[in-house]
């Protein structure tokens, strides 16, 4: 398996036992949701490898998780009736950053948390992107 697939699937299932959360899916660059989707989309961006002895690869690389919620956050406007007084989601964030900060896999080492943005859209879209950043390795005589 090659380092981004695996990447993407221990990502996901990571993230699955989060209730909150309806879609996880790969960011294909076509952001076009149902309403009142609660969306994570994992981007694997650029590799940077580096050749090793014995055809062994080393790269850097960043993966994106942006959620995404369309419509806002359920009854959360001024006098916010939900239980966290409307910080839904802050509280997912910090959940999803609690699931993926540490995790690693066989061709990767630790995700770690290198950055948070908030994502500004005209539309009624809330988005935040976390990064994390990782090395990942490969063995190019392996690779089918």
Same mark, same amino acid.
């Given at each position: 398996?090659?380092?981004?697939?695996?990447?993407?699937?221990?990502?996901?299932? /990571?993230?699955?036992?989060?209730?909150? @959360? !309806? #879609?996880? &899916?790969?960011?294909?660059? +076509?952001?076009?949701l149902p309403?009142?989707?609660?969306?994570?989309?994992?981007?694997?961006?650029?590799?940077e490898w580096?050749?090793?002895?014995?055809?062994?690869?080393?790269?850097?690389?960043?993966?994106?998780?942006?959620?995404?919620?369309?419509?806002?956050?359920?009854?959360?406007?001024?006098?916010?009736?939900? /239980?966290?007084?409307?910080?839904?989601? @802050? !509280? #997912?964030? &910090?959940?999803?950053?609690? +699931?993926?900060?540490?995790?690693?896999?066989?061709?990767?080492?630790?995700?770690?948390?290198?950055?948070?943005?908030?994502?500004?859209?005209?539309?009624?879209?809330?988005?935040?992107?976390?990064?994390?950043?990782?090395?990942?390795?490969?063995?190019?005589?392996?690779?089918?």
């Amino acid at each position: 398996m090659t380092p981004r697939k695996e990447l993407y699937i221990v990502i996901k299932n /990571a993230l699955t036992p989060i209730n909150a @959360i !309806e #879609l996880i &899916d790969l960011h294909r660059n +076509k952001l076009k949701l149902p309403e009142l989707f609660t969306a994570v989309f994992i981007k694997i961006n650029q590799i940077e490898w580096q050749n090793m002895t014995n055809q062994n690869q080393e790269g850097k690389c960043s993966v994106a998780l942006t959620l995404i919620c369309q419509e806002g956050w359920a009854n959360q406007f001024n006098n916010t009736t939900d /239980a966290n007084d409307g910080l839904s989601e @802050i !509280e #997912l964030l &910090d959940t999803i950053i609690a +699931k993926i900060n540490g995790l690693h896999g066989n061709s990767f080492t630790d995700l770690q948390l290198a950055s948070e943005a908030d994502n500004e859209d005209e539309t009624n879209t809330t988005s935040y992107t976390l990064t994390f950043e990782c090395l990942v390795y490969r063995n190019l005589k392996s690779i089918n």
